[in-house]
């Protein structure tokens, strides 16, 4: 019943508001999905930053495409700046079965991974849920229903070899009796982080986890942007480690109510009346009035 929150409250955060735009010409989520542009083969994501390269089983979305399916197709509020988008080459992601790898960067500078060993991962979730219960009473009074972070559905772990930090979080919305998996991997660069993003739900967590593997695998950063192209002498290092990574970075670092929640929150995103009917509101995802808009793929 739910998936990607985050979306939604990257904007909440922002301030921007929500508004389906009600003279969008309206389809069916089969026509909606026929209209995406997929890609295959080797992509070489916008800004030459990264590649990937894919194998048949995945497929590539532009940052264009990539908004649509996360506005139009998963209910969210417009605005996200991305590369693009990883997805399953046999899944729709029209159904519920349906998951994406949202892809993004983050150039704020070299991150430094002195901190990776000595991070004790039990006690930065322990902060981590406490910062959320914390944060919940300004959720309630802005009209959100409350956040629940369950646990870790994968540990973080960091691969210091390939500098690639990976973890996986349960979260749990208001009175939902189901939870959101939001998967997470970060590929530290020369002058940023490669962000990949899996959103999905908590039952699909061991195909994700296997998913993920490969994703990690066609993921690497361009010639001259890799972690050990770091040059001390004239690049930024950033002001923040590993377990702020976990954290979200500079928004954790600064404690902000949305911000923080942005990176801790996911949900799944559809909604599902009969076959091929696609209903998908805002409400729905974050427990807002029964008033809000919603998106214009009709049944």
């Known amino acids: 019943m739910l998936k990607n929150l985050a979306f939604a409250l990257f904007l909440f955060a922002t301030g921007a508001a929500f508004a389906a735009d009600p003279s969008a010409p309206s389809m069916t989520a089969q026509q909606f999905e026929a209209s995406l542009k997929y890609q295959d083969g080797k992509i070489s994501l916008p800004g030459n930053i990264a590649t990937l390269n894919l194998p048949s089983t995945f497929r590539y979305l532009s940052p264009a495409d990539a908004e649509r399916v996360i506005v139009e197709g998963w209910g969210n509020p417009p605005g996200h700046k991305t590369l693009g988008m990883i997805v399953p080459a046999a899944t729709s992601l029209m159904t519920q ?43 309630k009074k802005a009209g959100y229903a409350p956040m629940t972070l369950v646990g ?33 991997i970060r590929v530290l660069g020369r002058k940023g982080v490669l962000v990949l993003n899996a959103v999905a739900s908590m039952d699909q967590i061991a195909k994700i986890k296997t998913e993920m593997t490969q994703v990690t695998a066609f993921s690497e950063f361009t010639d001259g942007n890799r972690y050990a192209d770091f040059d001390s002498k004239s690049d ?33 995103k559809l909604i599902i009346v009969g076959i091929g009917a696609l209903v998908v509101g805002f409400n729905k995802l974050i427990g807002r009035k029964k008033d809000d808009n919603k998106v214009n793929l009709d049944k």
């Open 97 to 139: 079965a349906g998951w994406g790898v949202v892809v993004t960067y983050q150039e704020d500078g070299h991150v430094k991974d002195d901190d990776a060993d000595s991070i004790k991962y039990d006690e930065l979730l322990k902060q981590m849920q406490e910062g959320t219960e914390e944060d919940n009473a300004a959720r």
């Open 152 to 184: 870790w559905a994968e540990k973080p772990s960091y691969d210091k070899a390939n500098h690639k930090l990976y973890w996986a979080k349960e979260l749990r919305t208001g009175g939902d009796n189901g939870s959101g998996l939001n998967y997470n």
């Open 236 to 268: 930024k290092t950033a002001e923040y480690g590993i377990a702020a990574l976990v954290l979200g970075g500079v928004a954790a670092k600064a404690g902000l109510f949305g911000k923080l929640l942005v990176l801790l929150l996911a949900a799944k």
